[in-house]
Each structure stands twice: as structure tokens, then as C-alpha cells.
């Protein structure tokens, strides 16, 4: 009825009225699907178990270059095997090439045939809620190595072959990880190497170039350059005390001068020839007045010997001064004034030699200053060469333990203390064909009975248009019931109408229906 909803009695009294149409198709179909199992060719599965161990050596003590998900690995080493240059070597060994097959469509068979399945069980999670980390383990123990093949020995035979041939690729594979990672460490240290001595001389020659500039001789600099400030300071007071004392013994030296001159005056020679001219005409006229034995007589000849005398020493001492020695020249100098022009000498020295300090001062003064100056440009090149320098050790050292750590997982993967794979279930021969499933088949055919059992009656009930209910009247009359009758079971009879009723003997209810 489209007019009205069904109940749930409504779909029992369907499937009662149609168990038959369900019930039938559903037995016939399961031996149906028995049947036609036998029109396939029977195919045999082989099937090897392959365990994958740890490496021996704990990893905290030798790390394993091999970091690739075990997984992903698997899959690789199965499509290293199943290549043409793997394949095509094993069935010319073995002897699977078929007569009238080619090379080719041997190695697509092979394919075809080939499974690889993983066993996933991790049982660290068990009693466990936290998931292991993928970093610390591998989630697969071992994996199954499938072959199908229509005969049962050729397949145990071709599974046995490429279950070896997945170890031994296994092992080639991962020793030439090892070793390709080694190859690239050592290039990597070698290169690295080449350019830490590249930046030691660098280093080395920018010490020598700026010697005295480097960062850490700045505060030093700066000590010096106070240290020669105060030397100058001390120099520059010398030298203005020493030119002082000059002066003023220059002063004491020309006061001398003039006084000795002065007291030299009176031994002009001109005055002595003249005293003597004098003395001696004075002579001529006491000799005139008195005998040789007078007293004026004897002085006045005392006199003239006298003079005469003091005229042979100025004499003497002119031709000593014309002959230019220095010493002659002022040996007759009173020591006092020798003194003070030896002192005058000293002060000139003293006063040369701090000239001469002074300007030396000054050029390093002038020196240390252009350093501190240059210092933050040449502290900021020296700065980064030494970053550089220290960079590239630290990669230089880093790569020389990494590339240890590589020799030693090389030498474990050598002599296969890695993780290894071992064949811990060969294959074997098959007893019985892993395709056609006849119970799989029977269950489909059971599937497909019931699904067309179902279809059929529900096919019926849309087609059906019977009125059985109180519903199914109103729905299809669009009115309202006004008269219900108990159903009253009794003998059949017929009314004039030609409408047959059968009533039944229960009065219990007062909405039971009369049906017609």
C-alpha cells in the first residue's frame, strides 16, 4: 500500500507469505557455486616466512647507518627482486622457462605470482596503552613470501629462490648503505679538512699582518698609549727644566765672561809695552841721578822684569789661541767658567736626547692611536674569520665522529652483527590448491540466493494489490471504518449477494473486523 505506513507485523506477514520464494534460490545457489568451482584451474600458494632479528650490538654502542622504515624496505627488496636483471638469471639457473614461453612472459608470470606480506605485531603495546615510537622499533617481525603457480612444486621451488634472493639483497643492500655513507663521510672530512688549513693560514697571516690590533690587544693598547701620554708629558716637563737650567747657566757663563774680561784688560799688551816704555825711560833717569845699588834703581828694574814677563805669557797664550785647539784655547780660562761651559754642554745633550725622545714618543703616540682606532673594523674581520674557523672545526670534528660511528656500522654490516634477516620457515610444498575456494564459493552462492530470494519477494509484494487488514482498506478506500465485526469462526455460507462469511464463536473483543 503506497497510501500507508507499514509496521513491523506487517514485514513478518510479507516474509511468511513469501518464505518459499526467499528459501528456495537460497539452497539452489551454494550448490550452484560448488559446482562451478570446479570449471577453474586449481592454483597452489607457497608460502616461506622470513624473521627479522635486531643487530647484536646494542645501538647505544654502534648507531646502524640503515635508517629506512623496515616497510618501505621490504617493498624495495621486493622490486630489486622481481627486475628483469634478477629474474631473468634465476629461471635460466632453474630451468622455468616453458616450451613456446619467452623470457619475458616467464618474468610477468613471476611477477604476477609473487606476494609479500608483513607480519604486523608489536608486542611491547601489549598491557601498554602509550604506542611505541617508530624510532625505537620496527612494528613488523617478519614477513610472509607468497607464490601462486598452477603447479604445486614449481611453486615451492620458485618461492624457495626468491625468498634467497630478497636475503641476499638484503644484505648487499645494507653494506653498500654503509659503505656508500662512509665513502660520502670520508670526501665530506677530507673537503672540510682542505678548508679548516685554508682558514688556519688565513687566520695565521691576519695575526701577522695586524699584530698588535687584534681584539684582545686593545685594552693593552690603550694601557701603552696612556703609559707613552704620560711619558711625553714627563719629557716635554724635562726638556722645558733642561732649557731653563740652559739659559740661566748661559747667563752665569756670559756674567763670568764678562768679569774675567774685565780683570784680562789690565793685561792688554799695548798697556804692558807701554807700562815698560815707561818703566824703562823712568830707569834711564834714576840710573842718570843714582848709582845701581839704589833701591828705585832695583824696583824699577824688578818692574821691568815683571812686565816683561806677563808680556811673554799674553804672548804665549795668543799662539796657543791661534792654533785652534779648544783646550788651549780656554786652558787659561779660570775653572769657573770652564765649569759652567761644561755644564752648558750637558744641558744641550740632555736637551738634544729629549728632542729626540719627544718625537719618538710622538711617533708612537701616533702609532698606538691609528691602532685603537683600526681596532673595531679589524677586531670585526678577525671576528669573523675566527667564526669561520671555529664553524668549520666544529663540522670537521662532528663529521670525524660521524664518520667513525660509519666505520664501525660498516665493519658490524661486514661481518652481519646488523640487523639480519633469516629464513625461519622455508617453503614447502602445497597439499591442497589455495584457489578455487569451493567453501568460498558455496558462501557466495549462498549470498547471492539470499539476495535474490529477497528480490523476488519483495518483487511480489510491490506487485501484489491484495486489501487484508482494516489498513489496507482505509488506505485504499481513503474512508473511515464505521462498522467492525469479532471475526467469529464457524461454517462458511453464502449470502444472497454472492459474498461468502465465516463467523467465529469469540465475543471478547468489540473491534475485531469482519473479513470479506
Given at each position: ?47 616461506s616466512l622470513v624473521l627479522v632479528e635486531g643487530q647484536k650490538v646494542p645501538e647505544g654502542i ?43 612472459d616467464a618474468i610477468e608470470t613471476i611477477r604476477g605470482g609473487m606476494t609479500v606480506e608483513p ?110 701620554n704620560s711619558q711625553l708629558d714627563a719629557n716635554t716637563q724635562s726638556l722645558g727644566r733642561a ?274
Amino acid at each position: 500500500m503506497e497510501n500507508r505506513e507499514l509496521t513491523f507485523d506487517d514485514y513478518l506477514a510479507m516474509l511468511r507469505r513469501r518464505l518459499k520464494v526467499i528459501l528456495i534460490p537460497a539452497l539452489l545457489a551454494p550448490a550452484a557455486g560448488f559446482a562451478v568451482s570446479y570449471f577453474f584451474s586449481a592454483k597452489y600458494t607457497s608460502q616461506s616466512l622470513v624473521l627479522v632479528e635486531g643487530q647484536k650490538v646494542p645501538e647505544g654502542i654502534v648507531q646502524s647507518v640503515v635508517t629506512q622504515d623496515l616497510a618501505e624496505r621490504i617493498a624495495t627488496l621486493q622490486q630489486q627482486v622481481l627486475s628483469q636483471s634478477r629474474l631473468q638469471p634465476m629461471i635460466e639457473r632453474v630451468g622455468l622457462l616453458k616450451p613456446g614461453q619467452n623470457v619475458d612472459d616467464a618474468i610477468e608470470t613471476i611477477r604476477g605470482g609473487m606476494t609479500v606480506e608483513p607480519v604486523e605485531t608489536d608486542l611491547s603495546e601489549i598491557g601498554s596503552s602509550k604506542k611505541k615510537p617508530s624510532s625505537q622499533g620496527s612494528t613488523v617481525p617478519g614477513f610472509y613470501v607468497n607464490y601462486t603457480s598452477s603447479n604445486a612444486r614449481e611453486a615451492q621451488q620458485i618461492c624457495n629462490e626468491l625468498t634467497s634472493l630478497m636475503l641476499g639483497e638484503n644484505l648487499k643492500a645494507r653494506e653498500d648503505v654503509a659503505r656508500g655513507t662512509t665513502n660520502f663521510l670520508g670526501k665530506q672530512v677530507e673537503e672540510t679538512k682542505r678548508n679548516l688549513d685554508d682558514l688556519d693560514g688565513k687566520l695565521a697571516a691576519f695575526k701577522k699582518q695586524y699584530m698588535g690590533q687584534l681584539p684582545g690587544d686593545e685594552d693593552n693598547n690603550l694601557k701603552i698609549l696612556m703609559g707613552l701620554n704620560s711619558q711625553l708629558d714627563a719629557n716635554t716637563q724635562s726638556l722645558g727644566r733642561a732649557q731653563q737650567d740652559k739659559a740661566y747657566t748661559e747667563s752665569l757663563l756670559a756674567q763670568q765672561i764678562a768679569a774675567w774680561k774685565t780683570a784680562q784688560s789690565s793685561s792688554n799688551p799695548q798697556t804692558l809695552q807701554q807700562q815698560l816704555a815707561q818703566l824703562q825711560a823712568q830707569l834711564i833717569d834714576l840710573q842718570a841721578r843714582y848709582t845701581a845699588d839704589h833701591p828705585d834703581v832695583i824696583k824699577t828694574q824688578a818692574d821691568i822684569a815683571q812686565v816683561k814677563k806677563r808680556l811673554d805669557e799674553i804672548n804665549h797664550a795668543t799662539n796657543d789661541a791661534s792654533s785652534g785647539t779648544p783646550d788651549k784655547q780656554f786652558g787659561s780660562e779660570p775653572p769657573e767658567i770652564r765649569q759652567l761651559r761644561f755644564q752648558v754642554h750637558q744641558y744641550e745633550d740632555l736637551i738634544a736626547q729629549a728632542t729626540r725622545d719627544q718625537k719618538k714618543l710622538e711617533q708612537q703616540i701616533s702609532l698606538y692611536q691609528s691602532r685603537v682606532a683600526l681596532s673595531p673594523a679589524i677586531e670585526e674581520q678577525y671576528k669573523q674569520l675566527a667564526r669561520d674557523y671555529d664553524n668549520t672545526q666544529k663540522v670537521y670534528q662532528n663529521l670525524l665522529a660521524d664518520k667513525s660511528k660509519s666505520d664501525m656500522a660498516l665493519n658490524m654490516e661486514q661481518q652481519q652483527e646488523g640487523e639480519q634477516m633469516r629464513l625461519l620457515n622455508p617453503a614447502s610444498v602445497p597439499d591442497a590448491p589455495s584457489f578455487p575456494n569451493r567453501l568460498f564459493f558455496a558462501g557466495g552462492g549462498l549470498g547471492a540466493g539470499l539476495a535474490l530470494g529477497a528480490g523476488l519477494a519483495l518483487w511480489l509484494e510491490f506487485r501484489d494489490k491484495s486489501i487484508r487488514t482494516q489498513a489496507d482498506a482505509e488506505a485504499a478506500l481513503e474512508m473511515p471504518m464505521l462498522v467492525a465485526m469479532p471475526w467469529i469462526a464457524g461454517t462458511v455460507s453464502q449470502k444472497s449477494n454472492g459474498h461468502f462469511w465465516k463467523r467465529k464463536r469469540q465475543p471478547d473483543s468489540d473491534h475485531e473486523n469482519v473479513r470479506v
